[in-house]
Protein backbone atom coordinates (compact mmCIF):
# COMPACT_ATOMS: atom_id res chain seq x y z
CA UNK A 1 0.00 0.00 0.00
CA UNK A 2 1.85 3.46 -0.90
CA UNK A 3 0.58 5.38 1.79
CA UNK A 4 -0.85 3.25 4.51
CA UNK A 5 -1.71 6.08 7.03
CA UNK A 6 -4.13 8.01 4.73
CA UNK A 7 -5.82 4.48 4.11
CA UNK A 8 -6.27 4.71 8.16
CA UNK A 9 -7.62 8.01 7.81
CA UNK A 10 -10.09 7.15 5.10
CA UNK A 11 -11.78 4.91 8.47
CA UNK A 12 -15.09 6.57 8.69
CA UNK A 13 -15.74 9.60 11.00
CA UNK A 14 -11.74 9.32 11.81
CA UNK A 15 -10.36 12.63 10.53
CA UNK A 16 -12.11 15.09 13.11
CA UNK A 17 -11.92 12.34 15.89
CA UNK A 18 -7.80 12.63 15.39
CA UNK A 19 -7.82 16.87 15.04
CA UNK A 20 -9.60 16.77 18.47
CA UNK A 21 -7.39 14.50 20.12
CA UNK A 22 -3.90 16.68 18.08
CA UNK A 23 -5.61 19.67 20.39
CA UNK A 24 -6.46 18.04 23.16
CA UNK A 25 -2.67 16.25 23.57
CA UNK A 26 -0.90 19.55 23.06
CA UNK A 27 -1.03 20.40 26.99
CA UNK A 28 1.35 16.93 27.65
CA UNK A 29 3.95 18.72 26.11
CA UNK A 30 3.29 21.98 27.19
CA UNK A 31 2.03 21.81 30.82
CA UNK A 32 5.16 19.98 32.51
CA UNK A 33 7.56 22.79 30.76
CA UNK A 34 5.19 25.78 31.51
CA UNK A 35 5.49 25.20 34.78
CA UNK A 36 9.36 24.94 35.14
CA UNK A 37 9.41 28.03 33.34
CA UNK A 38 6.85 29.70 35.13
CA UNK A 39 8.25 28.50 38.40
CA UNK A 40 11.54 29.05 37.61
CA UNK A 41 10.93 32.41 36.54
CA UNK A 42 9.19 33.44 40.14
CA UNK A 43 11.82 31.65 42.29
CA UNK A 44 15.32 31.45 40.37
CA UNK A 45 15.38 27.65 40.81
CA UNK A 46 15.18 24.81 38.41
CA UNK A 47 15.29 22.09 41.36
CA UNK A 48 11.64 23.50 42.47
CA UNK A 49 10.50 24.13 38.94
CA UNK A 50 11.05 20.62 38.27
CA UNK A 51 9.59 19.45 42.14
CA UNK A 52 6.49 20.60 40.90
CA UNK A 53 6.39 19.59 37.59
CA UNK A 54 7.56 16.01 38.80
CA UNK A 55 4.44 15.86 41.69
CA UNK A 56 2.22 16.97 38.77
CA UNK A 57 3.49 14.11 37.11
CA UNK A 58 2.98 11.95 39.72
CA UNK A 59 -0.50 12.77 40.15
CA UNK A 60 -1.33 12.09 36.30
CA UNK A 61 0.83 8.35 36.85
CA UNK A 62 -1.47 7.27 39.84
CA UNK A 63 -4.73 8.69 38.77
CA UNK A 64 -4.30 7.07 35.04
CA UNK A 65 -5.27 3.84 35.28
CA UNK A 66 -8.32 4.95 37.86
CA UNK A 67 -9.70 6.98 35.07
CA UNK A 68 -8.82 4.78 32.19
CA UNK A 69 -10.80 1.88 34.06
CA UNK A 70 -13.92 4.26 34.57
CA UNK A 71 -13.88 4.93 30.88
CA UNK A 72 -14.19 1.29 30.42
CA UNK A 73 -16.73 1.08 32.40
CA UNK A 74 -18.70 4.00 32.00
CA UNK A 75 -17.70 5.22 28.74
CA UNK A 76 -15.17 7.71 27.41
CA UNK A 77 -16.88 10.99 26.76
CA UNK A 78 -18.52 10.88 30.58
CA UNK A 79 -15.60 10.32 32.31
CA UNK A 80 -13.77 12.75 29.84
CA UNK A 81 -15.86 15.38 30.56
CA UNK A 82 -16.38 14.90 34.49
CA UNK A 83 -12.17 14.86 34.44
CA UNK A 84 -12.02 18.38 32.34
CA UNK A 85 -14.12 20.35 35.31
CA UNK A 86 -11.58 19.06 37.72
CA UNK A 87 -8.35 20.36 35.47
CA UNK A 88 -9.75 23.59 34.56
CA UNK A 89 -10.57 24.70 38.46
CA UNK A 90 -7.43 23.42 39.64
CA UNK A 91 -5.54 24.92 36.81
CA UNK A 92 -6.72 28.40 37.63
CA UNK A 93 -6.08 27.72 41.08
CA UNK A 94 -2.16 27.12 40.04
CA UNK A 95 -1.86 30.09 38.09
CA UNK A 96 -3.36 32.22 40.87
CA UNK A 97 -0.65 30.63 43.35
CA UNK A 98 2.40 30.45 41.50
CA UNK A 99 1.40 34.54 40.63
CA UNK A 100 0.62 35.73 43.65
CA UNK A 101 2.85 34.35 46.32
CA UNK A 102 0.30 31.75 48.05
CA UNK A 103 2.15 29.58 49.82
CA UNK A 104 4.08 27.21 48.82
CA UNK A 105 2.35 24.30 49.65
CA UNK A 106 -0.95 25.55 47.86
CA UNK A 107 1.58 25.63 44.66
CA UNK A 108 1.72 21.60 44.70
CA UNK A 109 -1.32 20.83 46.13
CA UNK A 110 -2.73 22.85 42.70
CA UNK A 111 -0.33 21.22 40.93
CA UNK A 112 -0.74 17.74 42.00
CA UNK A 113 -4.74 18.22 41.44
CA UNK A 114 -4.46 19.44 37.72
CA UNK A 115 -1.53 16.56 37.44
CA UNK A 116 -4.60 13.90 38.29
CA UNK A 117 -7.18 15.60 36.43
CA UNK A 118 -5.64 15.82 33.26
CA UNK A 119 -7.58 14.77 30.23
CA UNK A 120 -6.33 11.29 28.74
CA UNK A 121 -7.37 11.89 25.50
CA UNK A 122 -3.91 10.27 23.85
CA UNK A 123 -5.14 7.02 25.31
CA UNK A 124 -8.82 7.23 24.55
CA UNK A 125 -7.75 7.80 21.03
CA UNK A 126 -6.01 4.85 20.91
CA UNK A 127 -8.60 2.84 22.35
CA UNK A 128 -10.99 4.15 19.74
CA UNK A 129 -8.29 3.15 16.76
CA UNK A 130 -8.53 -0.33 18.74
CA UNK A 131 -12.74 -0.30 18.66
CA UNK A 132 -12.55 0.79 15.45
CA UNK A 133 -9.74 -1.52 13.56
CA UNK A 134 -8.80 -4.61 15.61
CA UNK A 135 -8.21 -7.74 13.63
CA UNK A 136 -7.39 -5.39 10.81
CA UNK A 137 -4.10 -4.81 9.00
CA UNK A 138 -4.85 -1.21 9.93
CA UNK A 139 -4.43 -1.56 13.45
CA UNK A 140 -1.03 -1.67 13.80
CA UNK A 141 -0.66 1.34 11.18
CA UNK A 142 -3.09 3.24 13.15
CA UNK A 143 -1.33 2.97 16.61
CA UNK A 144 2.17 3.74 14.96
CA UNK A 145 0.46 7.21 13.77
CA UNK A 146 -0.51 8.27 17.27
CA UNK A 147 2.88 7.68 18.44
CA UNK A 148 4.02 9.94 14.98
CA UNK A 149 1.51 12.60 16.21
CA UNK A 150 2.85 12.61 20.16
CA UNK A 151 6.06 13.34 18.30
CA UNK A 152 4.60 16.26 16.48
CA UNK A 153 2.32 17.02 19.75
CA UNK A 154 6.53 17.40 21.48
CA UNK A 155 7.77 19.55 18.20
CA UNK A 156 5.16 22.48 18.60
CA UNK A 157 4.25 22.17 22.20
CA UNK A 158 7.67 23.31 24.00
CA UNK A 159 7.97 25.51 20.78
CA UNK A 160 5.04 27.43 21.79
CA UNK A 161 5.49 27.24 25.45
CA UNK A 162 8.60 28.40 25.56
CA UNK A 163 7.82 31.17 22.61
CA UNK A 164 4.88 31.93 25.00
CA UNK A 165 6.76 31.93 28.20
CA UNK A 166 9.53 34.04 27.65
CA UNK A 167 8.80 36.79 25.00
CA UNK A 168 5.32 37.61 26.78
CA UNK A 169 4.03 37.05 30.35
CA UNK A 170 5.17 33.85 32.34
CA UNK A 171 1.84 33.00 32.28
CA UNK A 172 1.01 32.80 29.18
CA UNK A 173 2.40 29.24 28.60
CA UNK A 174 0.26 27.53 31.28
CA UNK A 175 -2.51 29.24 30.31
CA UNK A 176 -2.46 28.57 26.67
CA UNK A 177 -1.90 25.20 27.61
CA UNK A 178 -4.74 24.53 30.01
CA UNK A 179 -7.05 26.10 27.12
CA UNK A 180 -5.87 23.87 24.44
CA UNK A 181 -6.50 21.06 26.87
CA UNK A 182 -10.38 22.34 27.20
CA UNK A 183 -10.87 23.15 23.72
CA UNK A 184 -9.73 19.55 22.73
CA UNK A 185 -11.19 17.65 24.74
CA UNK A 186 -14.69 19.21 24.18
CA UNK A 187 -14.26 18.51 20.55
CA UNK A 188 -12.93 14.64 21.13
CA UNK A 189 -15.74 14.73 23.32
CA UNK A 190 -18.24 15.49 20.77
CA UNK A 191 -16.92 12.86 18.62
CA UNK A 192 -20.07 10.40 19.54
CA UNK A 193 -19.47 7.96 16.53
CA UNK A 194 -15.84 6.71 17.02
CA UNK A 195 -16.89 6.47 21.20
CA UNK A 196 -16.28 2.41 22.17
CA UNK A 197 -19.05 0.71 24.19
CA UNK A 198 -18.76 0.61 27.84
CA UNK A 199 -17.77 -2.69 28.37
CA UNK A 200 -19.97 -6.05 28.98
CA UNK A 201 -21.53 -5.89 32.72
CA UNK A 202 -19.56 -8.87 33.45
CA UNK A 203 -16.03 -7.55 32.49
CA UNK A 204 -16.68 -4.77 34.47
CA UNK A 205 -15.66 -5.96 38.02
CA UNK A 206 -12.64 -8.10 36.04
CA UNK A 207 -9.17 -8.34 37.69
CA UNK A 208 -6.91 -5.27 36.87
CA UNK A 209 -4.97 -5.16 33.78
CA UNK A 210 -1.95 -5.08 35.53
CA UNK A 211 -2.38 -8.92 36.33
CA UNK A 212 -0.55 -9.82 32.84
CA UNK A 213 2.92 -10.15 33.53
CA UNK A 214 4.59 -8.81 29.93
CA UNK A 215 2.51 -5.48 31.32
CA UNK A 216 4.64 -5.07 34.30
CA UNK A 217 7.51 -5.14 32.00
CA UNK A 218 5.67 -2.48 29.77
CA UNK A 219 5.14 -0.02 32.68
CA UNK A 220 8.92 -0.39 33.18
CA UNK A 221 9.63 0.75 29.34
CA UNK A 222 7.02 3.79 30.05
CA UNK A 223 8.75 4.41 32.98
CA UNK A 224 11.73 4.89 31.51
CA UNK A 225 10.83 6.51 28.52
CA UNK A 226 9.40 8.91 30.57
CA UNK A 227 12.69 9.60 32.54
CA UNK A 228 14.41 9.95 29.56
CA UNK A 229 11.75 12.98 28.37
CA UNK A 230 11.52 14.28 31.83
CA UNK A 231 15.13 14.78 32.20
CA UNK A 232 15.73 16.22 28.69
CA UNK A 233 13.00 18.30 29.02
CA UNK A 234 15.25 19.95 32.22
CA UNK A 235 18.14 19.61 31.08
CA UNK A 236 17.51 21.17 27.66
CA UNK A 237 16.44 23.86 29.09
CA UNK A 238 19.23 24.45 31.47
CA UNK A 239 21.90 23.94 29.08
CA UNK A 240 20.34 26.11 26.81
CA UNK A 241 20.06 29.05 29.55
CA UNK A 242 24.13 27.66 30.66
CA UNK A 243 25.00 29.21 27.27
CA UNK A 244 22.70 31.93 26.74
CA UNK A 245 20.16 30.95 24.68
CA UNK A 246 17.23 30.51 27.19
CA UNK A 247 14.47 31.46 24.47
CA UNK A 248 16.19 28.34 21.86
CA UNK A 249 15.56 25.76 24.76
CA UNK A 250 12.09 25.03 22.76
CA UNK A 251 14.11 24.37 19.65
CA UNK A 252 15.93 21.78 21.60
CA UNK A 253 13.06 19.87 22.66
CA UNK A 254 11.63 20.09 19.04
CA UNK A 255 14.75 18.44 17.29
CA UNK A 256 14.20 15.71 19.91
CA UNK A 257 10.64 15.15 19.13
CA UNK A 258 11.69 15.77 15.38
CA UNK A 259 14.01 12.77 15.15
CA UNK A 260 11.50 11.11 17.41
CA UNK A 261 8.69 11.45 15.04
CA UNK A 262 11.06 10.55 11.31
CA UNK A 263 11.35 7.70 12.78
CA UNK A 264 8.02 6.88 14.17
CA UNK A 265 6.83 7.39 10.72
CA UNK A 266 9.20 5.05 9.49
CA UNK A 267 8.62 2.76 11.73
CA UNK A 268 4.65 2.76 10.99
CA UNK A 269 5.35 1.67 7.15
CA UNK A 270 7.69 -1.00 7.68
CA UNK A 271 6.59 -4.43 7.38
CA UNK A 272 8.70 -6.21 9.64
CA UNK A 273 9.69 -9.94 10.09
CA UNK A 274 11.39 -8.82 13.29
CA UNK A 275 9.35 -10.51 16.73
CA UNK A 276 8.25 -6.83 18.17
CA UNK A 277 9.48 -8.00 21.28
CA UNK A 278 13.15 -8.41 20.11
CA UNK A 279 12.51 -5.04 18.41
CA UNK A 280 11.58 -3.21 21.30
CA UNK A 281 15.49 -4.30 22.95
CA UNK A 282 16.86 -3.20 20.05
CA UNK A 283 15.30 0.61 20.10
CA UNK A 284 15.98 0.59 24.21
CA UNK A 285 19.91 -0.28 23.20
CA UNK A 286 19.75 2.43 21.36
CA UNK A 287 18.79 4.79 23.06
CA UNK A 288 21.07 4.43 25.57
CA UNK A 289 24.22 5.03 23.12
CA UNK A 290 22.94 7.53 21.67
CA UNK A 291 22.34 9.72 24.65
CA UNK A 292 25.43 9.07 26.26
CA UNK A 293 27.34 11.96 23.33
CA UNK A 294 24.88 14.81 25.26
CA UNK A 295 26.82 14.68 28.30
CA UNK A 296 30.29 15.89 26.56
CA UNK A 297 28.30 18.51 24.26
CA UNK A 298 29.14 22.69 25.02
CA UNK A 299 27.36 24.21 21.85
CA UNK A 300 23.89 24.96 21.16
CA UNK A 301 24.25 24.26 17.34
CA UNK A 302 25.93 20.92 17.84
CA UNK A 303 23.81 19.72 21.01
CA UNK A 304 20.81 19.94 18.56
CA UNK A 305 21.38 17.50 15.60
CA UNK A 306 22.78 15.21 18.83
CA UNK A 307 19.06 15.54 20.11
CA UNK A 308 17.50 14.86 17.10
CA UNK A 309 19.24 11.81 16.93
CA UNK A 310 19.06 10.72 20.47
CA UNK A 311 15.49 11.06 19.39
CA UNK A 312 15.08 8.59 17.40
CA UNK A 313 14.71 5.47 19.64
CA UNK A 314 12.28 7.33 21.29
CA UNK A 315 8.98 7.02 19.10
CA UNK A 316 10.03 3.09 17.66
CA UNK A 317 9.95 2.10 21.88
CA UNK A 318 6.49 3.81 22.55
CA UNK A 319 5.28 2.13 19.38
CA UNK A 320 6.84 -1.34 20.13
CA UNK A 321 5.29 -0.83 23.94
CA UNK A 322 1.40 0.37 22.98
CA UNK A 323 1.19 -2.26 20.86
CA UNK A 324 1.82 -5.33 22.50
CA UNK A 325 0.04 -3.81 25.29
CA UNK A 326 -2.85 -3.93 22.80
CA UNK A 327 -2.13 -7.64 22.30
CA UNK A 328 -1.45 -9.16 25.50
CA UNK A 329 -4.16 -7.61 27.42
CA UNK A 330 -8.20 -8.64 27.32
CA UNK A 331 -10.34 -6.58 25.58
CA UNK A 332 -12.51 -4.97 27.99
CA UNK A 333 -9.31 -3.58 30.02
CA UNK A 334 -7.40 -2.33 26.98
CA UNK A 335 -8.25 1.18 27.96
CA UNK A 336 -6.53 0.90 31.59
CA UNK A 337 -3.96 -0.86 29.82
CA UNK A 338 -3.12 1.72 27.43
CA UNK A 339 -3.21 4.45 30.93
CA UNK A 340 -1.24 2.24 32.62
CA UNK A 341 1.84 2.85 29.55
CA UNK A 342 1.01 6.33 30.23
CA UNK A 343 0.81 6.60 33.66
CA UNK A 344 4.25 4.88 33.26
CA UNK A 345 5.13 7.72 31.32
CA UNK A 346 3.99 9.79 33.75
CA UNK A 347 5.96 8.58 36.64
CA UNK A 348 9.16 8.40 34.67
CA UNK A 349 8.56 12.23 33.62
CA UNK A 350 8.49 13.11 37.22
CA UNK A 351 11.36 10.60 38.29
CA UNK A 352 13.97 12.61 35.47
CA UNK A 353 12.62 16.10 36.07
CA UNK A 354 13.13 15.78 39.56
CA UNK A 355 16.79 14.08 39.84
CA UNK A 356 17.87 15.89 36.50
CA UNK A 357 16.67 19.65 38.20
CA UNK A 358 18.61 18.34 41.63
CA UNK A 359 21.51 17.66 39.13
CA UNK A 360 21.09 20.61 37.23
CA UNK A 361 21.63 22.83 40.17
CA UNK A 362 24.40 20.94 41.53
CA UNK A 363 26.64 20.19 38.89
CA UNK A 364 25.13 21.55 35.49
CA UNK A 365 22.98 20.50 32.79
CA UNK A 366 25.56 17.99 30.61
CA UNK A 367 25.87 15.66 34.38
CA UNK A 368 22.03 15.36 34.04
CA UNK A 369 21.34 13.58 30.85
CA UNK A 370 23.48 10.35 32.47
CA UNK A 371 19.28 10.11 34.04
CA UNK A 372 18.23 9.64 30.33
CA UNK A 373 21.05 7.43 29.77
CA UNK A 374 20.66 5.14 33.35
CA UNK A 375 16.95 5.16 32.38
CA UNK A 376 17.19 3.52 29.06
CA UNK A 377 19.64 0.68 29.86
CA UNK A 378 18.00 -0.16 32.91
CA UNK A 379 14.63 -0.47 30.32
CA UNK A 380 16.59 -2.65 28.10
CA UNK A 381 17.99 -4.99 30.28
CA UNK A 382 14.53 -5.69 32.06
CA UNK A 383 12.82 -6.51 28.26
CA UNK A 384 15.47 -8.85 27.63
CA UNK A 385 14.73 -10.16 30.94
CA UNK A 386 11.25 -10.50 30.71
CA UNK A 387 11.37 -11.78 26.99
CA UNK A 388 9.05 -14.85 27.97
CA UNK A 389 6.40 -12.36 29.38
CA UNK A 390 5.99 -10.72 26.26
CA UNK A 391 4.99 -13.43 24.27
CA UNK A 392 2.03 -12.94 22.52
CA UNK A 393 -0.97 -15.56 23.47
CA UNK A 394 -2.33 -17.62 20.59
CA UNK A 395 -6.14 -15.90 20.83
CA UNK A 396 -4.54 -12.98 19.29
CA UNK A 397 -2.74 -14.59 16.99
CA UNK A 398 -4.13 -12.91 13.82
CA UNK A 399 -3.49 -9.44 15.77
CA UNK A 400 0.04 -10.57 16.47
CA UNK A 401 1.08 -11.87 13.28
CA UNK A 402 0.10 -8.00 11.87
CA UNK A 403 2.48 -6.31 14.98
CA UNK A 404 5.36 -9.05 14.26
Known amino acids: MPNPYLHVLRTPHALPMVMAAFIGRLPLSMVGLGSVLL ?22 A ?89 EFVFIVGPVLVTFLSTTGHTTSGVVTAFTLATVGSLLFAAQRRTEPPPAPREHRRGPSAMRVRGLRVLFVVGAAVGAILGTLEI ?15 GLLIAGLAAGSMVAGIGWGT ?17 MTLLTLPLTLVGSLWLMLPLVVLAGVAVSPSLISAFTLAEVLVPRAAVTEAFTWIGTALALGVAIG ?15 SFLVATVAA ?26 AH
Request: glycine share 10%; with cysteine.
Open 39 to 60: VQSETGSYGLGGAVAAVGAITT
Open 62 to 150: VSGPVIGRLADTHAQRRVLLSVLAVFVVSGFVFLFSVRDGWPLWTVFVAAGVAGASLPPVASMIRVRWTHLLRGTPRLPTALAMESVVD
Open 235 to 249: ALVAFADEVGARSLS
Open 270 to 286: VHWRVRLRHRLVFALLL
Open 353 to 367: ASVSGKIVDAVGANA
Open 377 to 402: GTAAIVVGLGQRCLHVPAEHAQTATL
